[in-house]
């Protein structure tokens, strides 16, 4: 049972237990600093992660260390074209007494890598959607709980797009951060040659337990905030909207499509956890501008002119902000 006299102690405790996390994933994992922390605050937050980079960069191995320092089960699911819903959730079978049984498939795990998503089929994909945000599947019209904690971290490669089945905009909507991952400095890339080609590998070591997991995702929830933080939130999230009531110029004249209000959430949730693990018993407007890229960046879509005028993403959140 996870006991502290107070709110206050609990979040010191929760700080000493995110460095700790940090330093155990560190040990195997190169820089990507920014990477991982936004991959704990997304799990702390009970959202789900979707990765975006390119092939080697330790995408699959960032989960499983992840997953080793958090102490909870595992599962990687490979997304292929020819991926049926029921390889995923389980199937029912007759057993020997001629009784139909189901037979759990590996989306029943704590942590689940599903890699390169958009390589399967929207009817595979729509099976992970109930999963997100119910927490639960339905097999041959019964409901099946999984697993507490339940995250979800998808990988896709944004280069091959020959054979891949784009994310459609309410799936994008279920993850809480799109984590773009780049190539590693010259220095980083020294140090994971220098550790990946040694004969004995790193493993990193279980810092928490699924119970303090989930006494710290509710010690998130419980974190106060000031109206002027939720208000900043909102209005962000209405000036990415053309016709909401603060719609900024720049939305005009680049954007198509605006973010919906589970971006809001997500900035609130996601700012109450980054200043939980900076030790700040109360987010601040700086700790929902240090997320806000992240979890807008796949809830707002840009118009032929910025496409035209490269103008990214990016560049346009930053304005807004």
């Not at 959202?47 to 092939?55: E, K, N, S």
């Not at 595992?74 to 074209?81: C, M, V, Y």
């Not at 729509?126 to 927490?135: F, S």
Request: neutral net charge; hydrophobic residues 45%.
């Amino acid at each position: 049972m996870v006991n502290y006299k107070s709110d206050t102690e609990a979040i010191q405790a929760f700080v000493v237990k995110y460095k700790e996390l940090t330093s155990e994933i560190g040990k195997v994992i190169v820089g990507q600093e920014e990477t991982v922390k936004n991959v704990l605050i997304s799990i702390f937050s009970k959202g789900h992660c979707l990765l975006v980079g390119v092939p080697g960069l330790a995408k699959t191995l960032l989960v499983n260390t992840i997953a080793d320092a958090l102490g909870l089960s595992f599962n990687r699911i490979q997304f292929t074209p020819d991926l049926m819903p029921s390889d995923i959730i389980g199937s029912e079978i007759l057993d020997e007494q001629r009784n139909f049984k189901f037979i759990k498939g590996p989306l029943f795990s704590s942590i689940i890598l599903a890699d390169e998503i958009n390589r399967t089929p929207p009817k595979t994909q729509a099976a992970l959607l109930e999963a997100m945000q119910e927490k639960q599947v339905t097999a041959a019209g019964k409901r099946y709980q999984l697993d507490n904690p339940f995250f979800v971290l998808a990988t896709q490669n944004p280069i091959e797009q020959e054979g891949t089945y784009p994310l459609p905009e309410a799936q994008l909507d279920r993850f809480m951060f799109n984590i773009w991952l780049d190539y590693p400095s010259f220095k980083e890339e020294l140090q994971v040659v220098k550790l990946t080609t040694l004969a004995n590998t790193i493993k990193a070591n279980k810092v928490l337990s699924a119970e303090e997991i989930l006494f710290f995702q509710d010690l998130v929830r419980k974190v106060p905030v000031a109206d002027n933080v939720i208000e900043y939130a909102v209005k962000l999230v209405n000036k990415t909207r053309i016709n909401g009531e603060y719609c900024a110029d720049i939305t005009k004249k680049y954007l198509q499509w605006g973010a919906g209000p589970r971006a809001s959430q997500y900035l609130i949730i996601g700012a109450k956890c980054h200043a939980a693990i900076n030790g700040k018993f109360s987010p601040d407007i700086e700790d929902v501008k240090a997320i806000a890229i992240p979890i807008l960046r796949h809830r707002i879509i840009r118009n032929y002119k910025a496409e035209a005028e490269g103008v990214s993403i990016e560049a346009i959140i930053e304005q807004l902000l």
